[in-house]
């Protein structure tokens, strides 16, 4: 199901190298100073670490932009009020929430984040927060990895993970765990990266700069 949203094209200032969330430790973390487009990324982390508090942030940067940001909700658990009432531009999130349970042997969402990248729509970033913990098939991420290529968007998978598990395959250029210290502050490590130096960390600050007041606790 997708939420009335305006859809917005993507802005033709915009770097292609790097998506940026516009949170500037996390964005100095990345090669490109953001997330690449065009490819898969990862951000994992255990639950309650702020990893969705992460993602969302790139989406209201996104939006910000004037960009198309969309996020599929396979878990059904994706609440962005507080961001919303923070000032986040929310309003124009497109949110898919696909069917749990599915004829074929794949992850809820991924047939979504088929349609979407195929869709013609110029998508910035697409974050996919889906359940893997029976773990995702190579032929499925290598059909989203060319999506993404096809489309030009940034994908994100969303993940639950303890620290130090892989990424989800070969096929993702780029992983960030994610572990929550105190309060608002997060930090990140880069632990992988097909696209420049790995094992740098960041400690992010979820209020700075621009007073999201997201829910450090997702």
């Not at 989406?59 to 961001?83: H, S």
């Not at 929430?97 to 042997?105: A, E, L, S």
Request: hydrophobic share 40%; proline share 7%; with cysteine.
């Amino acid at each position: 199901m997708f939420s009335h949203a305006r859809v917005r094209r993507a802005s033709q200032e915009e770097s292609p190298s790097g998506l940026k969330s516009e949170l500037e430790a996390l964005d100095r973390l990345l090669p490109g100073q953001g997330l690449p487009r065009g490819r898969l990324s990862e951000l994992s982390g255990p639950w309650s670490s702020g990893k969705r508090s992460l993602a969302a942030a790139w989406c209201g940067a996104a939006l910000g932009r004037g960009e198309l940001a969309i996020w599929v909700d396979a878990l059904g658990g994706f609440y962005p009020l507080p961001a919303l009432e923070g000032g986040a531009p929310f309003e124009a999130l497109v949110v898919v929430r696909p069917p749990r349970v599915t004829r074929q042997r794949e992850l809820p969402g991924l047939r979504a984040a088929d349609l979407l990248l195929g869709g013609g729509c110029s998508i910035a970033l697409l974050v996919l927060d889906v359940p893997v913990s029976r773990g995702v098939q190579p032929r499925q991420l290598s059909r989203l990895q060319h999506g993404a290529e096809r489309s030009g968007a940034a994908v994100l998978f969303v993940t639950e993970k303890a620290a130090g598990a892989a990424s989800l395959g070969t096929q993702v250029s780029l992983h960030l765990a994610v572990e929550r210290r105190e309060g608002w502050r997060l930090q990140v490590a880069l632990c992988k990266s097909k696209l420049g130096p790995t094992e740098r960390t960041a400690r992010v600050e979820l209020h700075d700069p621009h007073g999201l007041h997201l829910d450090p606790t997702l």
